[in-house]
């Protein structure tokens, strides 16, 4: 379908079947459906009608990467952006107005953790605060998750405290759960004790996978999952490919992935729940590797050049970027089973779009988003982000 003559295609658009319609309208990238929704009031309705896709990890909903830029001395000055893999695109989004630098992106919501804790949803800002956290945290992993009653609740694991990290180990290790209803936190089952080394948020990665909240430590190397039903951790395990520097636990295509380096190599390896084996699945070709890095000094072959590198992923995608290099933002993608042969293929991100101010943190997430979420109402809540 072109976008140049919508007046003309919408007569022959009229006369489809509504379901196949939907089918169609459901294989546009969004940035198209925010345009097709201006050519008239039955195209609108259809499109915001639109049904979200059956599961994250629905090939018409490839997750968008999303870059949050703090500014270094005007909240003024922050800039958002979206990267949509379907248009191969950057999309400017409207700047986070909150002032609070403590940012953490989750299921098409942004969080700040301090000084009080209050969510948006990403693509309409309208912040909304909680109830006081019983132990407040910076950088702490965060997810929203579904009960067995189709409710939806957020958990919150480790991080540091508001006032330079001065805990006792059992506050360091808390995990706190939120319910949107009662705007409560509840303390459950704290972080395995193993873990008290690596209580940082440089060495901790996560992963909502089936039901289970997975914590990783680049620390140690030990894994350990949360329940979503009973609240209770399982035993510490290793996780440990070898030549393994460091790596971030990701949940994509109905699988635990874990992406990090390996000498110069960035390698993705599959995670059997359970028994924590791994096999690798891709590669990142070389060029693009070294592409994500400063490269001035041929002659360096530190792969600690390699450590400002972040690897986040869902449905089927892996997006893997260096976000110390605020201005380039150079990325690229894997999609697992992309390629000729069910192979995972990558592919290079474009730049960012020119002005990119100078930031001195950047929040980078990724997530599904619909059609819906661009037309989501303004008092959109954290259940929302599910059933969306």
Known sequence: MSDNNPEIESSTFNTLNHDVTESILSHLPIPSLVRFTLVSKQWRSIITSLPPSPSPSSSSSPPWLFLFGLHNTSSFHNQSFAFDPLSNSWLRLPPSSSSSDHLVGSNRFLFTTAPRFSFSPILKPNWRFTSPVLFPRINPLLSVFTTLSNSSKLILVGGSSRIGGLVDIEERLAVQVYDPVLDSWELCSPLPADFRSGQDHQTLTSALFKRRFYVFDNYSYFISSFCLDSYTWSDVQTLKPPGLSFAFLNSCNGMLVLGGMCGFSF???????????????????EDLLFGLVDNEDEEEEDSNKFRSLKCVGSGNLVYVFNDDCHKKFPACVCEIGGGENGKCSWRRVPCLPSPVNKFHKVVSFCSTVSISDVFRPEDAHIGDSIRA
């Open 267 to 285: 390698n993705l390896w599959s995670i059997e729940e359970g028994s924590m084996e791994f096999s690798e699945i891709a590669v990142m070709p």
